[in-house]
């Protein structure tokens, strides 16, 4: 509640005083308070920061990229506003002058203001690493979140944006974006990219299973084996049942570890060069 949502109510500033004493009200921020339990609600801090920010207020950048499950829940529990005017920042919140348009903003949860996917990433761009912006990138278009249409409007609407040079280089990729679980898979693509060979599908559902990395025109497959994944007696074996179920319906499969990738790249990438131009 806000501290004239209490005066409202009838409760006076003495009253205020002392349930804070007694600790039945407790302070997020100046003039914003948590009633009966110092832990708030789900999203109750969003919602805390959205009553400091004002009507036209929304969550933005890493709070609203992990609210989209874009990014993982961060360590820095910082909430990112966007205003159309500048604030003073407040310990925990941090203010963004930035120009939103009214279809750059969503209500989810019933009344929680956030920045769609497509804005989320263009605000995003700029601080996050071309690796981990792909895959955020690929992620929202996979799930759909967005899709390309939307994302290049926001990027024609916004000319001078800080990272958008970088969002833009990534939908240009060949292939388009590469969503992908681990950095061997990273590190593999761009390999592929390098060499000029053709850009996979990453983690395409087939069956029961999704395949690491596949060329569905060539059918070749590549699974990149983890210690962590593979290293006892029933996943080898279960992983070699699949590998011979696909070789029987028509599939090459490759496996690479990461060290492989990483320590023997041209040695990795000349296997796999070789194998899809036998399958195509």
């Known amino acids: 509640m806000t501290h004239s949502e209490l005066r409202e109510a009838g409760v006076g500033e003495g009253a205020i005083r002392h349930r804070l004493k007694q600790k039945r009200l407790h302070r997020v921020w100046t003039g914003i308070y948590f009633v009966g339990h110092p832990d708030p609600a789900e999203f109750g801090r969003e919602y805390a920061a959205l009553m400091v920010g004002g009507e036209d207020a ?17 360590v820095d529990t910082t909430i990112h506003l966007a205003l159309s005017a500048q604030k003073r920042n407040r310990e925990g919140l941090l203010f963004h002058e930035v120009d939103l348009h009214p279809t750059e903003v ?8 956030i920045t769609t996917p497509a804005r989320t990433l263009l605000d995003l761009a700029a601080e996050l690493s071309a690796d981990l912006l792909e895959r955020a990138v690929a992620d929202a278009l996979r799930r759909p979140l967005t899709t390309e249409k939307e994302l290049h409007t926001v990027l024609a609407r916004h000319p001078r944006a800080r990272g958008r040079r970088k969002l833009v280089a990534i939908l240009q990729l060949e292939g388009g974006p590469q969503w992908d679980r ?8 761009k390999l592929v990219r390098k060499a000029g060979l053709p850009v996979p599908e990453s983690n395409h559902r087939m069956g029961s299973s999704s395949p690491d990395l596949v060329w569905r025109e060539q059918r070749v497959l590549v699974e990149i084996d983890g210690f962590g994944f593979h290293g006892d007696r029933i996943a080898f074996e279960r992983d070699r049942a699949r590998d ?37």
């Open 58 to 74: 929304a969550l933005s950048r890493k709070t609203a990229a992990v609210l989209w499950g874009l990014l993982p829940r961060q």
């Open 106 to 113: 969503r209500t989810i949860h019933n009344d929680l203001r």
């Open 182 to 189: 681990s950095k061997a898979e990273r590190e593999l693509i």
């Open 244 to 280: 011979a179920s696909r070789t029987a319906e028509g599939w090459r499969t490759l496996r690479f570890t990461w060290r492989q990738i990483r320590d023997r790249p041209h040695e990795t990438i000349a296997r796999l060069a070789a194998t899809l131009a036998i399958a195509g």
